[in-house]
């Protein structure tokens, strides 16, 4: 992974074999990230997206692999606990151009994921709210 900062913005490389969770949660520690907006596109070669079960309260995984193009990850950075919190949905096409999506757990990089993250000024943390199971944005 390589990254730079350009004002409230940082340029993100995300390199082949790596897994996205795991930089962007390193990037947010050594960078004291706690409140972000996340974009990116380029290639997983293997993943799990999930649907919310708002019955069950849980996530319903499936795992994909092969040849797959990033068509969109989007989602935000906050915290829960003092940690930095992930929140991203998944987009991605096969060879055929058939795309898959959802919750984003986790993906290991193919080839390159080129990412930006907006630093949002201000902080916002989440609480795990009961009734719906979900980690929720504490907004007071």
Same mark, same amino acid.
């Given at each position: 992974?390589?990254?730079? $900062?350009?004002?409230?913005?940082?340029?993100? $490389?995300? =390199? $082949?074999?790596?897994?996205?969770?795991?930089?962007?949660?390193?990037?947010?520690?050594?960078?004291?990230? %706690?409140?972000?907006?996340?974009?990116?596109?380029?290639?997983?070669?293997?993943?799990?997206?999930?649907?919310? =079960? *708002?019955?069950?309260?849980?996530?319903?995984?499936?795992?994909? %692999?092969?040849?797959?193009?990033?068509? %969109?990850?989007?989602?935000?950075?906050?915290?829960?606990?003092?940690?930095?919190?992930? !929140?991203? !949905? /998944?987009?991605?096409? =096969?060879? *055929?151009?058939?795309?898959?999506?959802?919750?984003?757990?986790?993906?290991?990089? %193919?080839?390159?994921?080129?990412?930006?993250? #907006?630093?949002?000024?201000?902080?916002?943390?989440?609480?795990?709210?009961? #009734? *719906?199971?979900?980690? /929720?944005? =504490?907004?007071?």
């Amino acid at each position: 992974m390589k990254y730079k $900062r350009y004002g409230n913005t940082y340029a993100v $490389r995300i =390199d $082949r074999g790596e897994e996205i969770c795991e930089k962007l949660k390193e990037i947010c520690v050594k960078e004291n990230i %706690s409140f972000a907006a996340v974009s990116a596109i380029g290639a997983l070669g293997e993943f799990t997206v999930g649907v919310f =079960d *708002t019955e069950k309260k849980e996530y319903k995984k499936k795992t994909f %692999s092969g040849a797959y193009e990033i068509i %969109s990850l989007l989602g935000n950075i906050t915290t829960m606990n003092g940690e930095p919190y992930s !929140h991203l !949905h /998944l987009c991605a096409a =096969d060879e *055929t151009g058939i795309c898959v999506g959802g919750h984003f757990n986790c993906g290991k990089v %193919s080839a390159t994921c080129e990412m930006f993250l #907006q630093i949002v000024n201000g902080e916002l943390s989440r609480f795990h709210e009961e #009734q *719906t199971g979900l980690n /929720l944005f =504490d907004i007071r």
